[in-house]
């Protein structure tokens, strides 16, 4: 299965090695996940716990507003929603019971959350892919990118990109060299 995963990714062309390296098949089958591919990770409970105390906050002004508005529907609603600030503040002396209710429920729930580590979505030949991959990044063996066409992920020499960055960066043309730093007058 996985030689015939491999094989179609790279006539496919989804994976494209431009390097003197050679790339294992675990590699390929990685990286023909995508570079916008997210691998699940588990639930931070402070995030989750952040994330539902601004929910209610939002919650809770929408519930003090909408029992200010009169019953009519008003053309005029959202004429200052573009000059409104974001705060953390409450609504002062507002307390409704459903509200109040739903307010203790969820933060219980949330603090009584123990999240169970999230499945993979990776294989083992995809995380052990994974593996050599950053291991190759780290000891400047290989570059990836993406092409600027066709969405392919392009596998380089690290040299290369370093050595063509540099040259494009010391070309007078393309560049002129400042003799005052620019940043220096802001201080």
Do not use: C
Request: hydrophobic residues 35%.
């Amino acid at each position: 299965w996985m030689k015939n995963h491999v094989e179609q990714n790279i006539k496919g062309k989804l994976v494209i090695n431009l390097s003197s390296e050679e790339i294992p098949d675990i590699a390929y089958l990685y990286l023909s996940k995508g570079l916008n591919f997210v691998e699940s990770r588990p639930v931070s409970k402070e995030d989750l716990l952040f994330d539902i105390k601004e929910f209610l906050r939002k919650m809770e002004w929408k519930a003090y507003f909408h029992q200010m508005q009169p019953d009519e529907n008003s053309e005029t609603d959202d004429i200052h929603k573009d000059l409104r600030l974001r705060s953390r503040k409450h609504p002062q002396d507002y307390s409704h019971p459903l509200f109040d209710e739903i307010k203790t429920r969820l933060m219980g729930f949330i603090t009584n959350l123990n999240p169970d580590k999230p499945q993979s979505n990776l294989t083992d030949a995809e995380q052990r892919g994974k593996g050599w991959v950053l291991k190759s990044i780290r000891d400047h063996k290989i570059f990836i990118t993406s092409a600027d066409k066709g969405g392919a992920t392009l596998i380089l020499d690290y040299r290369t990109v370093l050595d063509t960055v540099k040259s494009e960066l010391e070309k007078d043309k393309k560049f002129t060299k400042k003799k005052k730093v620019p940043t220096a007058t802001l201080r």
